[in-house]
Every structure is written in structure tokens, then in C-alpha cells.
């Protein structure tokens, strides 16, 4: 056997392009799309200002409900003719709510998106919303969130938001089983009325020399008027004066799942790209510090990462792992010991290089398909980001330097103010939380 | 540039093949669309090759493959791959297990030095200490994906339910806590001596490159490596047809709800058999419009609608399972939701499928195939599949026409030979208490 030992140097690199954009304003409405020429698919999404940050209080989950509602039958026809309508071209619509948006979107043959788009701008716009069946699907939410909230993590991430925001952004996301329990077919129907009625944005990925981006927006459009809402102000960032230790009692459970959080920046921060390379080398990569001491030495964890999630309004820092339940203190221990590293000391020429060539070479390699361009049109327009926005990123993700990144960390990490949520067995770990000194421990109210 | 109304295959991009001396098997297929590369290598071991005692070890093993080769020392893997802009992963199943990296192209050399590294020169790598770091990240991976989730065993128990002992699909991939905690150094180096060969290997090279560069580079990275005489097969999978006593069990848990799993023995893999299996599959539990979320999700109201559906698992070594699942909603007893599975399945042989159900699951898995094949990972991953179980990467382009060429008529056939009351694996979760946790 003979292997070559010496490790192969690059190529020469084509030069970066994001697909051609092309902006245009139809019938009221705005339309994003990116030309993708010879793709056999297409995407196409609405985006409508109707996040979930819209939603009343108390009636966390209305705009879920609503997204199940939207197939429900439409004044045109019933939800058999629908699915079977909109089936029959392969496509299928998915929907999701989250802080800022509420987007629709259907992939398909790009031959049909034009029917495609049809239906999801009829189920979108003229829902038939029947007060009896908007029941029905709030109960069948409520069941689906009963089954989901049985399975570890969500009742620890409600535990953390509830901790680190107030108000909307204080309670979960998709709301939880008493709040969407609480939602009425009225408050479904005004949601629907107070916010799917604007034009919003269309965004499509495709063959442009074969679609007709005017005749996708007046179906889009069609029946929609007024303008955009105006964005709310970024939120403070306030920092907790000491570590706390929520316990989610989960009895029996054969492993821990951790969170530990804290506010950060909202998204157009311009911090952005040195904070995100810093969460990288602190949690993103796979040879992050975080995976590399719990996983690859400990042996604690099948994984753990940390990262920044950045809205419009808010940011926060959080790191999310399941670790086995008898080395949970010790895996909280190194974990916020790496967070305190990272902030007191920095990140290393070393570490930075991999961070910022891999979060640049992601932007070719996750953006192959019409669905993660979608995505990425998604985040220009709610971001009122420039056509050129992708490359000028991957020009600041490789120019940023380790005093830049280490700073960030400085900034923006706050080992000193987390919330360290638990959820596992509480019997079990109780005594050896608190013995454990992370910080004051209570039971999280839920 | 292939675009759906020239498309006559279900795989329009070229593919060009070679074969290395030492059995290497090498698939291009390029694409200058986006300044991507895509490199999978597909090694002919699953866990239907493990002995008993031995559970787990292919995908064990999978593992230590990123942990450190002769030449690439322990964490450099990861770090050259992610260092160079890539995506990288592998997975076990019981057929096989696949190695893959998506580079940006003008790193295409590297991935292939590191995958020629670890398949020559894993050996004299392996420690203890990696072996002993991984066997445990491994254990917590089987904890967070099959025993702190309800329902999470559901595939582990309806394995042995479907297929007899010693059969090589009995076992699940991911093994037992029992069989992990007793592996050995040894048998590791053993196994990576065993099978990790060039000539039980199919490399597959698919996006910004073309064939010319890729043989050479092949021929340079892998070219010395030694072929390995008499590598053993795993055990014979050949059944006859489905089981012919139905098969039961029931789990008392810490699951929210009562659901039922329905599964049954079909055809493998590659088949026409389970092309019709799987256009069958799709017009019974894919989507809204399905058979079962028509008449037990609406229709009867007697199964939760986020959790209702049937699917085959690509098996091809031996008959693959079509599985069916629904949850029963609230109120709702568990054998009235077991009747109405029950009536749904016969109903596909009775009322025989509509054109309309037809073509709106060939429509679904049209969608899907384009979908599988939208990135070079995606297309990679085929090809390498089609020219390890079938021999010619190029079959690849059957598979759509195949489901295409399923007639209504075939369907029911399908449906009547399979879904037989005989025949049946039927798996079901109660919750341990009637109050719900919330």
C-alpha cells in the first residue's frame, strides 16, 4: 500500500456568483426572483408581514392554526378538491410562522408553478375559514402540540425564551397546548383579515426564461391592497447580573437536555458577521470548541452546538445539547467553561480560519437548489438587503480578522448572565445541580 | 442543459464510468452550474453483514472513519473539510454505509486524498482512547434518537417483527447498548481490514469537474491501494414472500397518545415488484389527498392529521417493508382506529384505485425525484447506489419510468398480494396513564 502523504492544495476557485436578480413592483405587490437557468424546479413563496409576533396575547398559536386552516377549503372549493387540485401537480404547501414573517411556498416541475402559485395565493388569500372547521383544526393543533411538547426540548426552550423575553417574544414561538386551546375561530378569521390582505412579497427561483413573473404576481396579488407595515424598533439587550438554573422535571429520562441563553443583537446589528464567526468557533463548525471538548473528548453528547439567532427585533445566544443524565454537571461545567474562554480570551488565527471558509464556502454549497435560493431571497427582503448582499458577505465572512471576531465575543457573550435551563430527571439531578454551584437553581414554571 | 419537457429518463446529466485495477469502481457525472463538487463513496457493508453479538458495528465503525488516518490526524477531517468551505457526513443502513462531502469545487483533490487515506490507512490510526470516545457518542446517539423520544423504537422493535432470527435485517442498525459496550479494538481493526477495499467500494464524483480530471485523480489517490481477495457476504436475505402468521406487539409507555404501527413485507429494492409497492404506498398515506388522511384523518376523524401517512424503506437486499402509522385522536379507542387502518388497506383491493389517485402519487413522486436530484450530494448518493446494488449507475434513470409505468390494475394486485391479514406486523403504543402530559 502506497497512500500519497502529501495532503493536496487547492485549485483555483471560480469566481463567486449569486444568481441574477431580478426586483419588479405588479398589481401593488413586490417580486423578488432569481434567475436559475436549465433547473428542473421551481420555488415560489409569498411572504407575508403576519408573523407570529402579530398574534395577541394569549392567543400564542392563532397564525399555526391559521396555516393548517388555509387548506381547509377555499371559497372556491372544498379541502378534498383542494389537496387533490394542488396533489395532482406534486405539490404540496408547506407554511411557516416565525418572528417576522408568515411564508407560503410551493416547489415543483417548473412547467406548472404557474397553477402551483394559483392555488397558493387562493388558499392564501380566500380561505374559507368556516368557523365549525377552524375549530376542529385548533383541536387537532392542540393535540399536535401535546404530542410534540411530550418529546424533550420544547418545554426546556419555552422554559429559556420565558426567562430571557417579555411579553410575545416571552412565550413560544408556535404558542404552547393552553394558549392555542384558547384560540377562536374569530380570532383565526381577524388574524387572517388583519394581516394575509396585503400584497406582501412573491419570491421565485427558477427558469425565468420559461416563467412569466407578471402573470405569477397578478395571481399573487390578485384581490390584496394596502401598503407595508412600518418595522418596530430593536429591543434593549439586557443581561441577567447572575447565572440561574431552571430544572425541567422530565422523570426517567435517560439523558439531560440542556439550554443555555441570553439576549443578543437583532439582525442588522453591525456586528453581525464578526459575532457570527465567533458562535462558529465557539459552536457552529464540528471542530468547535463546545463539540470538540463535549463530544470528541468527553464523550458526554451525540452533539452540542451554540449559535446567534438573529429577527428583525431581537437576537439571543443560545447553546442547545442532550447529554447522558449522570454526567450532566459536568457537561454544564465544561460548557459554560468554554463560553468564558471565548469570551476572556478570544478565538485563534487557527480556529478563525476554518470559521470564516467554511461560513463562506456554505454560501455556494447550501444554496444549490430553487427552495434554499428561495430561502435566501426571503432574507434580502426582510432584511431590505442589496441585490449584491451575498457576495459582499462572503467578502466580509473571509476579511474578518481575529482582533474583529475576538472582540465580538467580548461584546456579545455573557457566561456570567446565562440562563442555564435543565430538563431531565429531577430527582436525580436536583442535589447535584446545586452542589454543582452553576448558579442559583429553581424549577422552571411552565 | 436538461429541462423536464426533454426529459426521457429520469436522469438527463451524463454519466461516465471506470474501473480501477484494483476494483475501484468510479462514476462522473458533471455539471458546471454551480462551483460545487460532490464526492460519495458508497463501501458494500451494512449491519446485515454483523454476526450476533456484533450489533452496531458498521455504523460504529462509520464513526471512527472521521476520527484520524495515517495521514490525517485525529480532528483534521473535519477541520480540512469544513476549513475548506464543505459540507461533509456518512450514514449506516442495513445495506450499506455511504461517505460524502460537498466541496466548493477547486477542492475536489483534497476530498479524494482524505477518503483514499481513511479507506487504505484507518488501521494503524485506531486507538483505543478514539475507539473508547466514540463507542460512548454513539450510546448517547442511540439515547437521544431511540430511547428519550416516544415512539423512538418503533423501528427497532418492528424489525425483528418482520424479518425471522438470523436474518441479516433482524437486528437494527444502530444495535444494542449490550453488543456496543463489548466491542474491541481488534474487531474493529478486523472489520476496516475485512471490507473497507477498493473493490467493495463505488466512488462517485458528481457537479463542477469532469471525468478525464476525476479517473486521474482516482487512479493517483487510489490506484496503489491493494484489492482484497474474498471479501465474505453477508447472510443470504432471499425470502418468500410476506410472513405467513401475523405478527403482534404491544408497548405500554410514556408516549402521549396510542398509535399503531401497520407493516408488511413487499419486494426489494430495484423491483418492479416495489415500484408498484411504492406508487401503492403514495396513493394510500402521501399527503392529504392519501386514502388514509381522506378517510381517517378527515372522513371519520379518528387519527390525528400531522401524524397519518405509509412509506416503503428502500431495502434492497431483501422484501422491503411498506410501513403504515396513525395516532388516534383524542377520545377515540385504539382498536376502532386498528379497524379503520384495517378497512382503508382493504378498501385498496375492493374500490379499486381511481386515475385521479393514480396520477396524483406519480405527480407526488415526480416532485420528489427532481427534489432527490436537485444537488450534486443528492445525485452522488444515487448514482453511487444504483452502481453498487444493481451494477450500472446509469439504472438510475429507470427509477422514474418505473413508477411512471405502474397501472392502476397493478396497484390492487399489489395491494391484494400484500396487505394480507396473514401477513401483517402490527406494532402498537399505549400511553401508561389515561391523563395526558402536556
Redo the contacts between chains.
Sequence with gaps: MTLIAERPGSGAARPYRFPDIVRRTVAGGRVVAAHLPGQMLASASLLLDAGAAREPAGREGAASVLAKALEEGTTKRDATAYALALEGLGAELSTSVDWDAFRLAVGVPVGVLPAAVELMAEAARTPLLDPAEVSRVRDDEVTALKMDWAQPGPRADAALRADLFDGRYGRPLHGDPASTAAVTADDVAAFHADWFLRPGTLLVAGDLDVLDLDALAAAAFAGTSGDDLPVDEPLDVPVRDARRVLLVDRPGSVQSTLRLGHRAPHRAHPDYVPMSLAATVLGGAFTSRLNHLIREVRGYTYGIRGDFGFSRRFGRFSVSAAVQTAVTAPALADTVGEISRTRATGVTEDELAVARTWRAGQLSVEMQTPGAIAGALATLVLHGLPDDYHATLRERLLGATVEEVSAAARTHLHPDGLTVVVEGDAAVLRDELVAANVGEVVDAKL | ?????V?TTGYPWPIETARLDNGLRVVVSSDR????VCVNLWYDVGSRHEPAGQTGFAHLFEHLMFEGS??VAK?EH???V??????LNATTNPDRTNYFE?????????AL?LE??RM??LVPALTQETL??????????R???Y????YGDAWLRLLPLLYPPGHPYHHATIGSMEDLNAADLATFQAFHTLYYAPNNAVLTVVG?TDAETVFGLAQ??FG???AKPDIPPAPDGTLAGGLTEPARETVVG????ARIYLSHRTHPFGTPGYDAATVLATVLGS???SRL??RLA?GK?IA????IGAYGVDLAHAPAPVIVTA?V??GVAVEDLEAGLGEVLDSLVDEPVTE?EL??AK?????SW??G????GGRADTLGRYATQFGDPARAGERLGGWLAVTAADVTQAAAELFTPESRVTLTYLPEQTE???
Excluded: C, F, I
Aim: overall charge negative.
Design positions: 442543459m436538461p429541462s423536464p419537457s426529459a452550474t454551480a462551483p460545487v495515517v495521514h480532528t473535519m477541520k480540512l469544513q476549513g475548506s468551505g464543505g459540507s460537498t466541496m466548493p469545487s477547486e477542492h475536489l483533490e483534497l486524498w483514499a487515506d487504505g490507512g473508547d470516545n466514540q463507542r460512548e457518542v454513539v450510546k448517547n446517539e439515547r437521544q434518537r430511547e428519550n423520544v416516544p463542477d493517483k489517490y496503489s491501494l491493494p410514556a408516549v402521549p397518545a399527503g392529504r389527498g388522511y381522506q378527515d376523524r390525528q392529521p400531522d401524524y395516532t385522536k383524542d385521479a396520477d396524483r405527480a407526488l413522486l415526480t416532485t427532481w427534489r436530484l436537485s444537488t450534486v395526558e402530559t402536556a
